[in-house]
């Protein structure tokens, strides 16, 4: 699937109203943030807005896969990686109801710099 196919899903599925559909949505958007250097970092500039604005009214999973976006997002770019920060400062902690497990959800703010600096080394070996 080209960068652009899974862009059009992830502009449906971030808005969907199902939680695992919008989960999905999100995820998607974390791997073509991570992986997909064809997609522009402008492509991934108004999600920066929309996780600021509805990240602490979403669905449980749907709040998990933004969070997770936001890192993503903020790893891809120095430019990104400000902005994110920025992002992540304002919203604060994010609560995801994990179950009965010793899950956690990271915080942005201290989870972005280690991301970034990661994909930065990946870049570099390869």
Request: hydrophobic fraction near 40%; aromatic fraction near 8%; include cysteine.
């Amino acid at each position: 699937m080209a960068y652009w196919e899974a862009l059009q899903y992830v502009a449906r599925w971030t808005r969907a109203k199902a939680e695992w559909k919008g989960s999905a949505g999100w995820s998607i958007l974390s791997r073509l943030a991570l992986e997909d250097k064809s997609t522009k970092d402008e492509d991934f500039a108004p999600y920066l807005g929309k996780i600021e604005k509805e990240i602490h009214t979403s669905k449980n999973r749907v709040r998990y896969s933004m969070n997770n976006a936001l890192i993503a997002i903020g790893a891809r770019s120095s430019k990104l990686e400000r902005r994110a920060l920025a992002i992540a400062k304002r919203i604060g902690t994010v609560e995801v109801d994990h179950g009965e497990t010793g899950c956690k959800t990271p915080d942005a703010v201290s989870y972005i710099p280690k991301a970034r600096a990661r994909q930065a080394r990946r870049a570099a070996k390869a």
